[in-house]
């Protein structure tokens, strides 16, 4: 490697780690204009990351513009690089969420493309957590909603449990996985293994904003089911 070639590396090494950095303090729209502006497939991954995240913090009318935002984002990165895990896992996530704002055939027909998505993800990275906890929810929403759902996916309630088992074992001290595996219990009737969830979330380091957030809505729907 080339001196020159050294320092360019360097510097956009340095300007991923800087977006993450504003990421992290929930500056979502500065994150990913910073990121995307990188023009690398870890860029635009983290671009669809805080696009997705920050959607969560908007109004209703613009949440689905920026799901497919995040779609796109996720879309370059895998242009730029076909073997990055955290794009499909990205464009998995925003797909996911898309659903929640499509009709019931569209919604269908996304949680089948996000089903191949995160399958991919884990090809390419068997041990990413987060891949787990959304296989897990993909599985308990789609059979709470159950008849056609359950039918034209290939949902099961057997899977529920295990996806959820394997990420926190990965990662047993990152709480929004076990924010949402209590999300995917409550789904199911079981409040008491949801709070067990919870209440094991709440005990966790909270560092960024988004942990932070995670760890407050925890606490508050703790609250409700105690």
């Known amino acids: 490697m080339t001196l020159a070639l050294a320092v360019a590396v360097t510097a956009v090494a340095q300007s991923q780690q800087a977006a993450q950095s504003l990421y992290d303090q929930g500056k979502w729209q500065e994150a990913a204009t910073a990121a995307a502006a990188l023009n690398t497939s870890a860029g635009f991954a983290l671009a669809a990351e805080a696009t997705t995240a ?4 908007s109004a209703d009318a613009q949440k689905k ?3 497919e935002k995040a779609q796109g984002y996720a879309r370059q990165a895998i242009a730029l690089d076909k073997n990055n895990a955290d ?3 990205e464009l998995a996530r925003a797909q996911g969420r898309l659903a929640q704002y499509s009709g019931i055939l569209n919604s269908l027909n996304l949680a089948g493309d996000m089903k191949k998505n995160l399958d991919q993800a884990i090809r390419l990275r068997p041990n990413m957590a987060g891949a787990y906890v959304a296989l897990g929810l993909w599985h308990a929403n789609l059979v709470s909603k159950g008849g056609a759902a359950t039918f034209l996916t290939g949902a099961k309630k057997a899977q529920i449990v295990p996806n959820f088992e394997k990420a926190i074992a990965l990662e047993p001290n990152v709480a929004v996985h076990r924010i949402e595996y209590a999300n995917a219990l409550l789904l199911q009737g ?16 909270a560092d960024t904003f ?3 957030r995670d760890l407050e809505a925890a606490k508050a729907q703790l609250a409700k089911l105690q």
């Not at 920050?54 to 913090?57: C, N, P, Q, T």
């Not at 079981?190 to 380091?205: D, R, W």
Request: glycine content about 10%; hydrophobic content about 50%.
């Open 54 to 57: 920050g959607a969560g913090l």
């Open 65 to 67: 513009p920026l799901f």
């Open 87 to 89: 794009a499909y896992f």
């Open 190 to 205: 079981n409040k008491a293994g949801a709070a067990a969830q919870l209440q094991k979330a709440v005990s966790l380091p």
């Open 210 to 212: 988004w942990e932070k």
